[in-house]
C-alpha cells in the first residue's frame, strides 16, 4: 500500500476547494489551507498506525469518519466566511449609493 | 419612513442608480437597508461551544494519562465514562435548540450536527476499546470540529 503525501493530499484539497470558491477564495485562503494541511497530515498517521499495526481496520474506519466530520464543519466555516464577505461586499456598494439615491427618490429607501 | 419633497427631475445616471438601488432592495429582501443573509454572531454559542472544548479536550487528556501506563488502562475503560457520553450529549443538544432558535443559522446547526456525529465516533471507538494512539488523534479531530465552529462564529462578527 503506498504511503499517503500529507503535502500533495492537501494541495489536492485546496485545488478543488478553490476553484468551487473562485472569487471568494482569497477571503477563505489562509484558513482553509492550514485545516486541509491538518487534516492531510491526521489522514496520513491513520494509514500510518494502520501500517504498522497500531490500530485495527475498524479503528481506522471510525478515525477516518471523524474526520470527514470535522472537515464538513471546517468547510461549512468557510462557506459562512464567504457569505458573510460577499454580505459585506453587497452592503458596502449599497452604501456607497445610499445618499444619492435616497436623495434622488426624496424619502429614504436604503 | 423619512418622506421628503421628491425632486422635480432625475438625471440618466440617478435614474439608472435608482433603478438599480430598487431592484437590490427586492432581490434582497432588505428591510433595514442592509443585506443579511446569516445570523449574527452569537457570544452564549461561542461561551457553550467554548465550555464544550475544554470538557472534551480535559477528559481525553485523562484518557491519554490513564492508557500510558498499563496499571491505570483500567480506568480508561468505557463502562467508567458513561455517563461523561450523556453529559455532553445534553450540552450539545442546548447548543443545538439555542441554534436553531436564531434566524438564518441552518449552517451552524450542520456544524453542531457533524461535531455530534463525530462524538459518537469516538464513543464507538471507546465502547470497542482504547489506545494511546487512537485518543490523540482523536482529539486532534474533535479539536478541529470545534474550532471550526467558533472560527465560523467570529467571522459572523460585523465590524463597522
Known sequence: ?110 | MNLRQPQASLGPRRFSLVVLALFAAAALGLSACTAEFIAQHDEATVRAVTDLLRKVDSFLIKLERALETPADADDARYEKHVAFYDEIRVDLNLIRVRAKALPRNERTVRQIDDLEAALKNFEDLHRQGLNRQVVTTARGIISQAIEAILKAEFAKRRGP
Request: zero cysteines.
Open chain 1, 1 to 110: 500500500m503506498p504511503d499517503i503525501d500529507p503535502g500533495s493530499l492537501a494541495n489536492e484539497m485546496l485545488k478543488a476547494a478553490s476553484g468551487v470558491l473562485r472569487d471568494r477564495w482569497p477571503d477563505v485562503k489562509g484558513y482553509a489551507e492550514m485545516e486541509f494541511k491538518k487534516a492531510a497530515e491526521t489522514i496520513a498517521a491513520i494509514q500510518r498506525m494502520r501500517l504498522v499495526g497500531e490500530i485495527t481496520e475498524e479503528q481506522a474506519r471510525l478515525l477516518m469518519e471523524m474526520q470527514k466530520h470535522a472537515m464538513r464543519s471546517v468547510m461549512t466555516a468557510v462557506e459562512i466566511m464567504s457569505v458573510v464577505a460577499a454580505e459585506q461586499a453587497i452592503n458596502a456598494a449599497i452604501g456607497a449609493v445610499r445618499k444619492t439615491v435616497n436623495t434622488a427618490l426624496g424619502f429614504v429607501l436604503l
